[in-house]
Nanobody
Framework: EIQLVESGGGLVQAGGSLRLSCAVS????????IGWFRQAPGKEREGVSC????????FYADSVKGRFTVSIDSAKNRVYLQMNNLKPEDTAVYFC????????????????????WGQGTQVTVSS
């Protein structure tokens, strides 16, 4: 059974940093894409970033480019999202998700293409 568990969320002031972690089980980092998504109250879920386990390729939404970095630690079965220079508009519940790379358009960061999801972790950025 594929499982994803996020951690690392919290409350931070604008300009601060957080590192989210996604612990994965039930599959190996071989040909899966791991995506990070977020959903703010009253808004649709949006793609933030993703990484391809096959070649390490990364993709970012324009709103987070230069501030967020996604990475994989295969030995620990974890995917990280380092978030720097956080802004109040980054406030949301953040989710990690997994999908077979061959079955999705990785760069599109489309939530509907990912069948496996974690429960989410809250990130709140105060101004």
């Amino acid at each position: 059974e594929i499982q994803l568990v996020e951690s690392g969320g919290g409350l931070v002031q604008a300009g601060g940093s957080l590192r989210l972690s996604c612990a994965v089980s039930g599959f190996t980092f071989d040909d899966y894409a791991i995506g990070w998504f977020r959903q703010a109250p009253g808004k649709e879920r949006e793609g933030v970033s993703c990484i391809c386990s096959s070649d390490g390729a990364t993709f970012y939404a324009d709103s987070v480019k230069g501030r967020f970095t996604v990475s994989i630690d295969s030995a620990k079965n974890r995917v990280y999202l380092q978030m720097n220079n956080l802004k109040p508009e980054d406030t949301a519940v953040y989710f990690c998700a997994a999908a077979k790379e061959d079955f999705i358009t990785v760069a599109a960061l489309e939530a509907y293409e990912y069948p496996y999801w974690g429960q989410g972790t809250q990130v709140t950025v105060s101004s």
